[in-house]
Every structure is written in C-alpha cells, then in structure tokens.
C-alpha cells in the first residue's frame, strides 16, 4: 500500500487499521470498472479522477445515472438496498481508486463515525439522481436545456465535449437534442460554433429556465448534515 497517496484523504483516521486489506487499483480512461452482470461486492474510493455510472437495460439502451470524482464512494451500492440497478461503471479520465472488500468494509460500518460519513455521500448522490428524475417530469426539454447551457456558460459561450456526451448529460435523444437546438438556432437565441454554443438572448434562456432554476436554488439554511 502506497501510504503517501492516502494518508492526507479524509477517511485515513478509519481505514488506517484496515490498511493491509485495502488496495490500490488504476483504470485507464474508457476502461470498465465494473460490467452490469457483474456480481461485485466492493466498494471503492476515488483517489483521483472521474468516473460514470450507466444503466444497462437487457435490450441495450443505455442511461447516464451519475459522475463521480475524487472523495465519493462508487460501486454496486443498490446491493446494500437488496436492489440491483443493473450499471455499468466507467472511467471517464485515467482513475485511481481504493478498492475495499465486502469483509473490510463490514468492519468499517460498525464504526459510527464512518458509517455516517458513507451514508451521507451516498444519501446526497441518491437525492440527487431523485431531484433529476423529477426534474425531466416537471419540464419540458427546452425548459432543462436553456438551464444547462446558461448553467454551464462562460463569457456567453457553452463548449461542449460531444452531442453523444450532451445527450447522455440531459437523458435526451439524439434526434430530440437536434430539433431543440436548431429551434433556438433559428430564433436568434444561440449560435453553434462547432462545439461551442454562443448565447445570443440571454434574457429569452433566462426566462425559459426560470421554473428549473428555481428547482436547482440550493436552501441556505442552518437545518443541514454536517459531517
């Protein structure tokens, strides 16, 4: 075990007894962690990197359901709910993880302090995957769109990566992506740039995305979990 890259992480304190039944695994880029049919039964810790859970369906479709990157937990955590979401996990950048097996961490969750912590990144990730599910029920395609490349904008410019990887982000087909945009395009509300969006009327985007916003507001409020 290298020590050096994972004495600073902040659940050192509880796996530093456990070191010896830990290891530290890599993937490449594009590289599968795990395969939906696969019966996996650790948990990792992302050191560094990002990665992507997608749901696989028997007939092939396939969904984004999360990203995660450094300090999250990642893994077949439906398992611990008696549920299987059938994902896949993916490196989406060259990725080093903690890989802790099902033993080990059946030790760890004895210890309260870690178990709160576990339950409160995982907790948070679900809750979010819920608010998106309600969120493309509630609005309409346009309405998460104008939100996302305002969201995401700098200087007036949204950059994406890909349409595949735009698609995947937004739960939405490639056809309809397609006639959402070429919608604003010809209203004079954006201009595509290659694989860049240039906001033309900002005021139009804002007030479509109103209702999303409002929905995305994050509640400052003092009755929070704290770890």
Known sequence: MELDKIKNIFIYDYIKDYINEISIVNYKRRQYITHSSENLEEIFFILDGNVKVECVTKFGKSFLVDEL?????VGKISYMYEQNLFCDIIAISDVTLLKIGKDTFKKLEKDPEFLKIFLFKTSRRIYY???????KDMFKQEETFAFYILKNS??????FKSMYNLCKILSVSR????NIMNNF????????NKNSLIILNRDYLYKLSAGVREVNE????DFKLTL
């Open 218 to 221: 994050i509640n400052d409020c």
């Open 69 to 73: 990157s450094k300090n999250e937990f």
């Open 129 to 135: 995957m819920y608010k998106k599910l309600i969120m």
């Open 154 to 159: 700098e200087n007036g410019i949204f950059k």
């Open 185 to 192: 395009i010809s209203k004079n509300y954006i201009r595509k």
């Open 175 to 178: 056809k309809n992506l397609y």
